[in-house]
């Protein structure tokens, strides 16, 4: 069992930025990869992030590269997301998801435990 808690949304103007936090409990957490994903109204939920269990290995969606960064630390069993030059279109739930069994896949339905999700709202 994997317990997933997010925390850093909020509101904040385009181009701003905001740190997404995601604590984990439960299997140890340096054994699996770990994404995060987001849904907008009336949207499909879709990959942003995700990163292998040592952090060695990053994969990111091409709406989001370069803007933003996924990092891991192991000690703290907390997974981040640092959102820089944020845009409207970003607006979103942003969820983040363990998978035990991959390393990291864009493909929602491989990850196995999800957390309850945190709102991010970028304002024009």
């Known amino acids: 069992q994997v317990q997933l808690v997010e925390s850093g949304g909020g509101l904040v103007q385009a181009g701003g930025s905001l740190r997404l936090s995601c604590a984990a409990s439960?299997?140890?957490?340096?054994?699996?990869?770990m994404g995060w994903f987001r849904q907008a109204p009336r949207k499909e939920r879709e990959f942003v992030a995700a990163?292998?269990?040592?952090?060695?290995?990053?994969s990111y969606a091409g709406s989001v590269k370069g803007r933003f960064t996924i990092s891991r630390d192991n000690a703290k069993n907390t997974m981040y997301l640092q959102m820089n030059s944020l845009k409207t279109e970003d607006t979103a739930v942003y969820y983040c998801?363990?998978?035990?069994?991959?390393?990291?896949?864009?493909?929602?339905?491989?990850?196995?435990?999800w957390g309850q999700g945190t709102q991010v709202t970028v304002s024009s």
């Open positions: 998801a363990a998978d035990l069994l991959g390393s990291g896949s864009y493909y929602y339905l491989d990850y196995d435990y």
């Open positions: 439960g299997r140890t957490f340096s054994s699996y990869a």
């Open positions: 990163i292998s269990w040592s952090g060695g290995s990053t």
